[in-house]
Protein backbone atom coordinates (compact mmCIF):
# COMPACT_ATOMS: atom_id res chain seq x y z
CA UNK A 1 0.00 0.00 0.00
CA UNK A 2 1.01 3.64 -1.12
CA UNK A 3 -0.01 4.99 2.50
CA UNK A 4 -1.52 7.98 3.01
CA UNK A 5 -0.86 10.72 -0.09
CA UNK A 6 -1.36 14.24 0.27
CA UNK A 7 -0.93 16.89 -2.42
CA UNK A 8 0.49 19.29 -2.84
CA UNK A 9 3.62 19.08 -0.41
CA UNK A 10 4.39 22.52 -0.69
CA UNK A 11 2.16 25.53 -1.41
CA UNK A 12 3.18 29.54 -1.44
CA UNK A 13 0.66 31.81 -1.32
CA UNK A 14 -1.01 34.78 -1.28
CA UNK A 15 -3.13 36.55 1.63
CA UNK A 16 -6.78 36.14 0.32
CA UNK A 17 -6.26 33.49 -2.24
CA UNK A 18 -7.91 30.12 -1.53
CA UNK A 19 -5.98 27.23 -0.84
CA UNK A 20 -7.31 23.54 -1.40
CA UNK A 21 -5.27 20.21 0.17
CA UNK A 22 -5.73 17.19 -0.80
CA UNK A 23 -5.45 13.38 0.75
CA UNK A 24 -5.95 10.05 -0.46
CA UNK A 25 -6.71 7.66 2.67
CA UNK A 26 -4.87 4.00 3.42
CA UNK A 27 -7.66 2.27 1.19
CA UNK A 28 -9.91 0.36 3.64
CA UNK A 29 -9.91 2.96 6.33
CA UNK A 30 -12.84 4.28 7.34
CA UNK A 31 -11.78 7.22 9.84
CA UNK A 32 -9.83 10.09 8.02
CA UNK A 33 -8.38 13.12 10.28
CA UNK A 34 -7.40 16.65 9.17
CA UNK A 35 -4.51 18.10 11.66
CA UNK A 36 -2.55 21.30 11.82
CA UNK A 37 1.19 21.48 13.39
CA UNK A 38 2.66 24.87 14.26
CA UNK A 39 5.35 25.81 16.54
CA UNK A 40 3.53 27.82 18.71
CA UNK A 41 0.06 25.16 18.74
CA UNK A 42 1.90 21.85 18.51
CA UNK A 43 0.12 19.04 16.57
CA UNK A 44 -4.18 20.02 16.65
CA UNK A 45 -6.80 17.72 15.39
CA UNK A 46 -8.93 19.89 12.78
CA UNK A 47 -12.02 17.57 11.62
CA UNK A 48 -12.16 14.13 11.28
CA UNK A 49 -14.76 12.03 9.08
CA UNK A 50 -16.10 8.25 9.40
CA UNK A 51 -17.16 7.14 6.54
CA UNK A 52 -17.05 9.88 4.86
CA UNK A 53 -19.14 11.87 7.36
CA UNK A 54 -18.00 14.60 9.44
CA UNK A 55 -17.96 13.62 13.15
CA UNK A 56 -15.94 16.35 14.64
CA UNK A 57 -14.95 19.27 13.22
CA UNK A 58 -14.41 21.42 16.34
CA UNK A 59 -10.73 21.76 15.92
CA UNK A 60 -11.31 24.18 13.07
CA UNK A 61 -10.70 27.27 13.66
CA UNK A 62 -12.81 29.65 11.66
CA UNK A 63 -15.28 29.76 9.07
CA UNK A 64 -12.66 30.22 6.48
CA UNK A 65 -11.74 26.68 7.15
CA UNK A 66 -13.91 23.89 5.33
CA UNK A 67 -13.30 19.92 4.98
CA UNK A 68 -15.36 17.61 2.95
CA UNK A 69 -15.02 13.62 2.25
CA UNK A 70 -16.78 13.13 -1.33
CA UNK A 71 -15.89 9.48 -1.05
CA UNK A 72 -14.03 6.92 0.58
CA UNK A 73 -10.55 7.61 -1.30
CA UNK A 74 -10.71 11.76 -0.90
CA UNK A 75 -11.11 14.30 1.36
CA UNK A 76 -10.49 18.35 0.92
CA UNK A 77 -9.34 20.53 2.94
CA UNK A 78 -9.79 24.16 1.87
CA UNK A 79 -8.91 27.54 3.31
CA UNK A 80 -10.70 31.09 2.03
CA UNK A 81 -9.40 33.32 2.18
CA UNK A 82 -5.95 32.15 3.29
CA UNK A 83 -4.00 34.54 5.77
CA UNK A 84 -0.73 34.48 7.21
CA UNK A 85 -1.65 32.80 10.50
CA UNK A 86 -2.87 29.65 8.58
CA UNK A 87 1.04 28.76 7.51
CA UNK A 88 1.57 25.33 8.77
CA UNK A 89 2.06 22.39 7.74
CA UNK A 90 -1.08 20.16 7.43
CA UNK A 91 -1.77 16.37 8.16
CA UNK A 92 -4.11 13.93 6.90
CA UNK A 93 -4.10 11.33 8.89
CA UNK A 94 -6.01 7.41 7.91
CA UNK A 95 -7.33 4.78 10.57
CA UNK A 96 -9.22 1.57 10.22
CA UNK A 97 -10.81 2.42 13.53
CA UNK A 98 -11.06 5.27 16.38
CA UNK A 99 -9.64 5.28 19.65
CA UNK A 100 -7.08 2.06 20.16
CA UNK A 101 -6.43 2.03 16.22
CA UNK A 102 -2.93 3.27 14.89
CA UNK A 103 -3.14 6.16 12.78
CA UNK A 104 -1.52 6.64 9.36
CA UNK A 105 0.18 9.78 8.92
CA UNK A 106 0.74 11.45 5.26
CA UNK A 107 4.12 13.63 4.41
CA UNK A 108 1.88 16.28 4.96
CA UNK A 109 1.20 20.22 3.03
CA UNK A 110 4.01 23.12 4.31
CA UNK A 111 1.57 25.80 3.46
CA UNK A 112 2.94 29.47 3.16
CA UNK A 113 0.94 32.37 3.05
CA UNK A 114 2.56 35.18 1.86
CA UNK B 1 -11.41 16.16 28.92
CA UNK B 2 -7.81 14.15 28.67
CA UNK B 3 -4.31 15.94 27.84
CA UNK B 4 -0.77 15.20 27.67
CA UNK B 5 1.96 16.88 28.99
CA UNK B 6 5.98 16.02 27.71
CA UNK B 7 8.13 17.26 30.12
CA UNK B 8 11.11 17.91 28.13
CA UNK B 9 10.44 20.20 24.79
CA UNK B 10 14.25 19.15 24.28
CA UNK B 11 16.46 16.46 25.41
CA UNK B 12 20.09 16.43 24.32
CA UNK B 13 22.00 13.09 23.87
CA UNK B 14 25.16 11.60 22.93
CA UNK B 15 25.35 8.81 20.86
CA UNK B 16 24.99 5.16 22.89
CA UNK B 17 23.74 6.44 26.11
CA UNK B 18 20.22 6.09 27.65
CA UNK B 19 17.24 8.36 27.03
CA UNK B 20 13.98 8.98 28.54
CA UNK B 21 11.77 11.06 26.88
CA UNK B 22 8.82 12.05 29.87
CA UNK B 23 5.18 11.80 29.40
CA UNK B 24 2.20 12.36 31.68
CA UNK B 25 -1.56 12.57 30.91
CA UNK B 26 -4.14 13.35 32.63
CA UNK B 27 -8.45 11.61 32.42
CA UNK B 28 -11.15 11.14 33.99
CA UNK B 29 -11.73 7.10 32.48
CA UNK B 30 -9.33 4.94 31.17
CA UNK B 31 -7.22 6.04 28.10
CA UNK B 32 -5.06 4.34 25.16
CA UNK B 33 -1.33 5.55 25.09
CA UNK B 34 0.49 6.34 22.13
CA UNK B 35 3.88 7.45 21.09
CA UNK B 36 4.66 8.69 17.76
CA UNK B 37 7.90 9.97 15.92
CA UNK B 38 8.33 12.30 13.42
CA UNK B 39 11.36 12.66 11.17
CA UNK B 40 12.50 15.59 9.69
CA UNK B 41 9.86 17.06 7.04
CA UNK B 42 8.03 13.67 7.41
CA UNK B 43 5.04 12.79 8.92
CA UNK B 44 4.27 10.76 12.23
CA UNK B 45 4.53 7.46 12.89
CA UNK B 46 3.95 4.89 15.91
CA UNK B 47 6.47 3.89 17.97
CA UNK B 48 4.55 1.53 20.41
CA UNK B 49 0.94 1.40 21.93
CA UNK B 50 -0.32 1.00 25.07
CA UNK B 51 -3.79 -0.38 24.94
CA UNK B 52 -4.05 -3.20 28.09
CA UNK B 53 -2.64 -5.81 29.72
CA UNK B 54 1.44 -5.91 30.57
CA UNK B 55 2.62 -2.57 31.51
CA UNK B 56 5.63 -2.48 29.25
CA UNK B 57 5.49 -2.00 25.71
CA UNK B 58 7.98 -2.82 23.27
CA UNK B 59 7.97 -0.76 20.20
CA UNK B 60 9.92 -0.46 17.11
CA UNK B 61 13.48 0.43 16.78
CA UNK B 62 14.50 -0.87 20.57
CA UNK B 63 11.89 1.61 21.58
CA UNK B 64 9.99 0.66 25.13
CA UNK B 65 7.54 2.78 27.34
CA UNK B 66 6.31 1.64 30.95
CA UNK B 67 2.56 2.19 31.85
CA UNK B 68 2.40 3.62 35.63
CA UNK B 69 -1.53 4.13 36.61
CA UNK B 70 -0.80 5.63 39.77
CA UNK B 71 1.91 7.89 38.22
CA UNK B 72 -0.40 8.82 35.11
CA UNK B 73 2.83 8.33 33.18
CA UNK B 74 3.64 6.78 30.34
CA UNK B 75 7.44 7.52 29.49
CA UNK B 76 9.33 6.34 26.91
CA UNK B 77 12.97 4.70 26.88
CA UNK B 78 15.84 3.37 25.54
CA UNK B 79 18.85 1.63 26.16
CA UNK B 80 21.01 2.88 23.24
CA UNK B 81 20.59 5.40 21.12
CA UNK B 82 21.42 6.00 17.44
CA UNK B 83 22.47 9.33 15.54
CA UNK B 84 19.15 8.10 13.69
CA UNK B 85 16.64 8.58 16.21
CA UNK B 86 16.93 12.39 16.29
CA UNK B 87 13.53 13.05 15.37
CA UNK B 88 10.45 14.66 17.42
CA UNK B 89 8.95 12.43 19.75
CA UNK B 90 4.92 12.98 20.29
CA UNK B 91 2.88 11.18 23.47
CA UNK B 92 -0.51 10.79 22.65
CA UNK B 93 -4.21 9.45 24.33
CA UNK B 94 -7.01 8.37 23.10
CA UNK B 95 -10.15 8.08 25.68
CA UNK B 96 -11.57 4.41 26.17
CA UNK B 97 -15.15 5.00 25.86
CA UNK B 98 -16.25 7.82 23.83
CA UNK B 99 -18.20 8.15 20.54
CA UNK B 100 -15.47 10.35 19.27
CA UNK B 101 -11.92 8.16 19.96
CA UNK B 102 -9.91 10.87 18.70
CA UNK B 103 -6.02 11.42 19.85
CA UNK B 104 -4.62 14.02 22.08
CA UNK B 105 -1.15 14.87 21.57
CA UNK B 106 1.50 16.54 23.57
CA UNK B 107 3.73 19.17 22.55
CA UNK B 108 6.88 16.92 21.73
CA UNK B 109 9.76 16.51 22.68
CA UNK B 110 12.91 16.83 20.41
CA UNK B 111 15.70 14.25 20.69
CA UNK B 112 19.11 15.23 19.34
CA UNK B 113 21.57 12.13 19.49
CA UNK B 114 24.78 13.67 18.95
CA UNK B 115 28.14 11.77 18.23
Known amino acids: DAGVIQSPRHEVTEMGQEVTLRCKPI?????LFWYRQTMMRGLELLIY????????DSGMPEDRFSAKMPNASFSTLKIQPSEPRDSAVYFCASSLLAGQETQYFGPGTRLLVL | AQSVTQLDSQVPVFEEAPVELRCNYSSSVSVYLFWYVQYPNQGLQLLLK??????LVKGINGFEAEFNKSQTSFHLRKPSVHISDTAEYFCAVSVWVSSYGKLTFGQGTILTVHP
Open chain 1, 27 to 31: SGHDY
Open chain 1, 49 to 56: FNNNVPID
Open chain 2, 50 to 55: YLSGST
